[in-house]
């Protein structure tokens, strides 16, 4: 049984950083691509960052102050949040391509606010 388990969320003034993480946990035979996502009150669901091998990919809003990463060796994904706006405040997904099926987290709550 494959599971995400993200953390990291908490509350921070706008300019602060944050930084989520993402583990991936069970029977990992083959890790695809991997995904960043969030979710405002009343809106829908924005996907926000891939990572796929060497190749990373941002929504505009969050290019030049969002980093993906990944380690491998620990089956984790990493969302580095810098420059904090209040708009970015959200519940936060990770996403995977893991054994050819997409997994989801339990999400992992970002508020930002003075």
């Known amino acids: 049984q494959v599971q995400l388990v993200e953390s990291g969320g908490g509350l921070v003034q706008p300019g602060g950083s944050l930084r989520l993480s993402c583990i991936v946990s069970?029977?990992?035979?083959?890790?695809?691509?991997m995904r960043w996502y969030r979710q405002a009150p009343g809106k829908e669901r924005e996907w926000v960052a891939t990572i796929f091998g060497g190749s990373r990919d941002y929504v505009n809003s969050v290019k030049g102050r969002f980093t993906i990463s990944r380690d491998n060796a620990k089956n984790t994904m990493y969302l580095q949040m810098d420059s904090l706006k209040p708009e970015d405040t959200a519940v936060y997904y990770c996403?995977?391509?893991?054994?050819?099926?997409?997994?989801w987290g339990q999400g992992t709550q970002v508020t930002v606010s003075s």
């Open positions: 996403n995977g391509d893991i054994n050819s099926s997409d997994y």
């Open positions: 069970g029977s990992t035979s083959r890790i695809d691509a």
